[in-house]
């Protein structure tokens, strides 16, 4: 009975977790280049060793086969696709790791799935991209989001001990429907979030010329950390300077593959700095409204002031999240983004921004298309 069981547990094993390994590849290069994204492995890690520990209590409170764990499986299903059909990373790990856990529910019963259902839990903070969406909506309380899941992951944790020591079953459907409810309710409020901040008439700027008023450019060479972030889509760099000031100009193509367009504030605390402020500003250019996602962030010793937008020919906007709810590959979009220090006060810094797009505005583009296209290898 028990060789049967161990067989039942190595077949839900096997078969269960082939869509998170299908992922797997995409995880460990996030890992690789996204420092935020590393503390995922740890979690990863746990989980092992949490599954580790649970095994003897779940072997021995093994059932037959489950059909019922159809109730998870199927929903898990659904997200693994419309993930896919979205391409949405994240979404297409948690639909994998449900479905993972809802076929060791298949084969051993829902006992044994529900006493190692915390250690999924804890897999789930391996998903790539969670800490910053974490840190992004903890709002005013502006928390790391590595400090959420460190508190999930001891939550998590605490009701693993309390299934191992006790077994205390709940009503299966109660389960899978408050899960499949809490899923629902999070999908409607980050949708919400991401169509929060208005969208406004497209807004491409003509910022290649040389000259913008008291402002004189010149062009720079993407780097090799532009090509970590951005990938091969084309990017265009420009350094503005008058008497006094300076103003980076960052214009990136959109291409094919949005995974290789990230929230702004992302890269700056990949790249080592630290956000002190962001939000949605108004900004009125010669009579174009225009949102900009504002941030304020430090590195060094030095503040410097960001102002982020996308724009396809269209309409504009500057919530990432919109952005990405907003884009398709058959739609070309730029992604815009200016910066300038803070020596002078954050008034003179918005005044310098609002007036090279003022000048590069005049002669405004009607979409943007890149000099020059380069190939996928």
Not at 15 to 22: E, H
Not at 165 to 183: K, M, N, Q
Not at 323 to 330: I, K
Not at 355 to 364: M, Q, Y
Request: charge should be neutral.
């Amino acid at each position: 009975m028990m060789a049967r069981r161990h067989l039942r547990l190595c077949l839900a094993a096997a078969l269960g977790f082939i869509p998170l390994a299908v992922k797997m590849p995409y995880i460990v290069q996030a890992y690789l280049n996204s420092p935020l994204d590393r503390p995922g492995l740890a979690f990863g890690i746990l989980f092992l060793l949490a599954a580790a520990v649970a095994t003897p209590k779940v072997l021995a409170r093994a059932a037959g086969w489950d059909l019922s764990a159809l109730l998870a499986l199927l929903p898990a299903l659904a997200v693994i696709l419309a993930g896919m059909a979205k391409d949405i990373h994240a979404v297409t790990i948690v639909g994998a790791i449900t479905f993972a856990w809802a076929a060791l529910w298949l084969a051993l019963g829902w006992r044994s799935a529900y006493c190692i259902a915390p250690a999924f839990a804890i897999l789930m903070l391996m998903t790539t991209s969670l800490r910053y969406w974490l840190g992004y909506f903890s709002g005013p309380l502006c928390l790391d989001g590595i400090v959420i899941m460190a508190a999930i992951a001891v939550v998590a944790g605490t009701w693993l001990a309390a299934n191992l020591l006790w077994e205390t079953t709940p009503s299966r459907e109660l389960f899978c429907f408050s899960g499949i409810v809490g899923a629902v309710l999070l999908a409607v409020a980050v949708h919400e979030l991401s169509g929060m901040h208005a969208t406004s008439p497209p807004f491409i700027p003509d910022i290649s010329r040389a000259s913008l008023d008291n402002y004189l450019g010149s062009e720079l060479p993407a780097t090799e950390a532009d090509r970590r972030f951005y990938g091969d889509n084309d990017i265009e760099k420009y350094f503005f300077t008058d008497d006094v000031s300076i103003i980076h100009v960052l214009a990136v193509h959109c291409g094919d593959d949005v995974h290789q367009i990230h929230p702004t504030s992302h890269c700056l605390r990949t790249g080592g700095w630290d956000v002190l402020d962001e939000k949605s500003q108004h900004v009125s250019i010669n009579s174009n409204n225009l949102v900009v996602n504002e941030i304020v962030a430090a590195q060094n010793m030095q503040q410097t002031l960001f102002w982020v937008w996308y724009s396809n020919d269209e309409q504009s906007t500057a919530s990432f999240l919109n952005f990405r709810r907003l884009w398709t590959p058959s739609r070309p979009w730029a992604s815009f983004l200016l910066q300038t220090g803070l020596d002078d006060g954050l008034d003179a810094a918005r005044q310098r921004l609002h007036d090279l797009l003022a000048a590069a505005s005049k002669n405004p583009k009607m979409t943007w298309a890149p000099r020059q296209h380069r190939a996928k290898p």
